[in-house]
């Protein structure tokens, strides 16, 4: 097989949403509103095998919860995070990604 073909395939960008992947799904709420997210304890490690080879974003629809997830995704594991509403994804990632190099 052609060498430039099997790089043509090759994904460059890996889109991973935030709440249900990278957290237990699940939000904690006060009186005030939505306080906590349950993050796994190992994710940054396993990205960082990979993160040399492929772009790594993250996206999230949740407005409410924004803040908390860009202090775990952004500040803490430094990826870029990106707040996209879930029926608009394949939309946003054929505007700002070749779709065709992305796995989400």
């Not at 890996?14 to 509103?33: E, N, P, R, W």
């Not at 080879?53 to 803490?76: A, E, Q």
Request: hydrophobic fraction near 35%; avoid cysteine.
């Amino acid at each position: 097989m052609n060498n430039k073909n099997n790089e043509e395939n090759i994904p460059t960008t890996f889109i991973l949403d935030v709440d249900g992947v990278m957290t237990s799904g699940y939000f904690f709420y006060s009186a005030s509103g939505k306080i906590m997210k349950a993050f796994g304890p190992d994710d940054n490690d396993a990205l960082s095998l990979i993160s040399k080879y492929i772009n790594i974003r993250f996206v999230t629809g949740d407005r409410k919860g924004f803040k908390i997830s860009k202090k775990r995704i952004v500040d803490d594991m430094g990826y870029q995070l990106d707040l996209v509403s879930t029926i608009k994804r394949i939309d946003w990632i054929k505007e700002y990604f070749d779709p065709r190099k992305v796995v989400y």
